[in-house]
Nanobody, 115 residues
Framework: VQLVESGGGLVQPGGSLRLSCAAS????????MSWYRQAPGKERELVAS????????HYADSVKGRFTISRDNAKNTVYLQMQSLKPEDTAVYYC?????????WGRGTQVTVSS
């Protein structure tokens, strides 16, 4: 099982980034997918989640209206489009796959929002 995040980097406040998480080794289309983030000195927090078929989506209040989660089951990939980025969005972003009690994590990608 592998989850590989990409797309992170350094961006100025107000900028945009698109994160990708490529999955392999399991039946991606059966799993709910989520993006989490962890800032230095803080606990890991849920940013957004999407059901296996994409019909149910949830966002943390802090990112509503700025972030969009989506998935392409044909490509075994989940995305996080981030717009209007703020310095407080700086964190390591992780993707997670869930199916009942099974859960897999990626290693994360760093997002830094700074001028």
């Amino acid at each position: 099982v592998q989850l590989v995040e990409s797309g992170g980097g350094l961006v100025q406040p107000g900028g945009s980034l698109r994160l990708s998480c490529a999955a392999s080794g399991f039946t991606f289309s059966s799993y709910a997918m989520s993006w989490y983030r962890q800032a230095p000195g803080k606990e890991r927090e849920l940013v957004a989640s999407i059901s296996s078929g994409g019909g149910t989506i949830h966002y943390a209040d802090s990112v509503k209206g700025r972030f969009t989660i989506s998935r392409d089951n044909a490509k075994n990939t989940v995305y996080l489009q981030m717009q209007s980025l703020k310095p407080e969005d700086t964190a390591v972003y992780y993707c997670k796959a869930n199916w009942f009690s099974a859960a897999y994590w990626g290693r994360g990608t760093q997002v830094t929002v700074s001028s």
